[in-house]
């Protein structure tokens, strides 16, 4: 079991940034690939940015594809997603998720995710 726990959520103004941390407890994060989601109120949850497990590979959507950039630190057992130049769209519940040993396999989908984080709100005004 993992647990997860997203920080570093906010308001900021369009063209900030910010970055989200994903805590990681239970295991050693080391052997799992993270993703992060986000869901708009309204909308279906959404892929952002996945890296896998051993840190080599990392996948973008496209809507936050050389904005947004994710990392891992499994010494520390977190997880990043650094936020730049944010635009009001890009306001949602982020969300981080783990999936042990993934290679990259369908790291964009919610489904392939055993474990989930509560959230954490961004809210970029205009």
């Known amino acids: 079991q993992v647990q997860l726990v997203e920080s570093g959520g906010g308001l900021v103004q369009a063209g900030g940034s910010l970055r989200l941390s994903c805590a990681a407890s239970?295991?050693?994060?080391?052997?799992?690939?993270m993703g992060w989601f986000r869901q708009a109120p309204g909308k279906e949850r959404e892929f952002v940015a996945a890296?896998?497990?051993?840190?080599?590979?990392?996948y973008y959507s496209d809507s936050v594809k050389g904005r947004f950039t994710i990392s891992k630190d499994n010494a520390k057992n977190t997880g990043d997603l650094q936020m730049n130049s944010l635009k009001p769209e890009d306001t949602a519940v982020y969300y981080c998720?783990?999936?042990?040993?993934?290679?990259?396999?369908?790291?964009?989908?919610?489904?392939?995710?055993?474990?989930w984080g509560q959230g954490t709100q961004v809210t970029v005004s205009s």
């Open positions: 890296i896998t497990w051993g840190g080599s590979r990392t």
């Open positions: 239970g295991r050693s994060f080391s052997d799992y690939a």
């Open positions: 998720a783990a999936d042990r040993l993934n290679q990259g396999y369908g790291l964009n989908l919610p489904s392939i995710y055993d474990y």
